[in-house]
């Protein structure tokens, strides 16, 4: 029996995780169980970094959360794969743009975070927006922020070089300003520098920059007021790129207008437009989502299509080529909600899965590496 003892513990010295007695040989380890996939309701793209809300509302952000000149990727600033950020706070909404993100928990309350160190109105982590209010609904640009609150009035708060705050002059602002206009506004977005809104019966309003016609107004001059945008369709959903401004009418037909130096307009031509025109094609879309120098849409059957720049693959279709019209991507996936950023794309198919494409030199396509990408990957986790 002792010498069974001895050999025995010998056994468990040379052999790791294993253990010996009388009749019994080593004990496997137990694997841990995987986690569960991450299912997310929402995305949201900005300049170098991604984030999405999943079914409990909990945030979840990856690539960098700097912008350009900024810190790289580190423990703090970024993650190439999905990372909870929120805190245990609970979100309805969520926006992101160039180095900032920002979201409306669901006690109503504004929060941003991730943002350069000298930004007055974000920090590292998830912190209340100047002034407290009690907000609806966030859009984030460049260097402002928009915020529709819970009582009716419009506020906006950070740059003002170009109107963008909608105050009636061009001051900035580290506290909210309330917009000038006596529109209601149901909904919002954000460009670099401007800012859009729709009204309750969907009419379209823009104020800010206008150097190159992406107010809609058929001129060229910055408004630091909210103006009528030139057409008589009404909207069901708007999205502001840097320079451009895309919506999608209450027939589901697709418009956009201002630059269109690399085709984002998707009319055939890369020529600007001071008011809305028509993008090519027969398709009906629920979405569209502008982005820096591209745009992407989501039709009402499901499916996709991506166009202007696609040097980095942010069209999704394999190829690094520019489109002037929509083009689908050749991929069998049927998608429910897609976000478009500086140079990538994402989307959230049918079955709960996150894809990602595009550039990705800072982990904004949630993959695991900074390859950039021409066709969807799959996001980690999800």
Partial sequence: MTRFRAECTAVAVMVAMSSCSEGSGPVQPTRAPD????????????????????????????????????EELGAETGSLQPRAISAGIQFLSISASRGRTCG?????????????????FAN???????GQLAVDQLAVGDDHVCAIQLDGPTSCWGSNTSGQLGSGDMTSSTAPVIVETDQIFQRLTAGADHSCGLTEDGAAWCWGKNDRGQLGVASTEDRDRPVPVLTTERFLGISAGSVHTCGVTI???????????????????????????????????????AGTNHTCGLANDG???????G???????????TRLVPTRLPFALIFREITTGFGHTCAIADTDVTYCWGLNRSGQLGDGSTQNQLRPRRVEGT
Avoid: Y
């Avoid at 299912?39 to 809300?53: D, E, R, V, W, Y």
């Avoid at 590292?124 to 100047?130: F, G, L, M, N």
């Fill in 35 to 70: 986690p569960p996939p991450l299912k997310l309701s929402t995305l949201t793209a900005g300049f170098q970094h991604t984030c999405g809300i999943d079914g409990e509302g909990f945030a979840h952000c990856w690539g960098s959360f700097r912008p350009a000149g900024g």
């Fill in 104 to 120: 409306v928990s669901r006690d109503n309350a504004g929060l941003c975070w991730n943002a350069a160190s000298d930004d007055p």
């Fill in 124 to 130: 590292d982590r998830p912190t209340e927006i100047p």
């Fill in 251 to 289: 027939e589901g037909q697709g418009l956009c207008w201002g630059f269109n130096g690399s085709g984002q307009l998707g009319t055939g031509t890369t020529d600007s437009s001071l008011v809305p025109i028509p993008v090519a094609g027969d398709a009906r879309w629920s979405k569209l989502a």
């Fill in 303 to 309: 499916t996709v299509s991506c166009w202007g720049l």
């Fill in 311 to 321: 040097r980095d693959g942010q069209l999704g279709n394999g190829e690094p080529d």
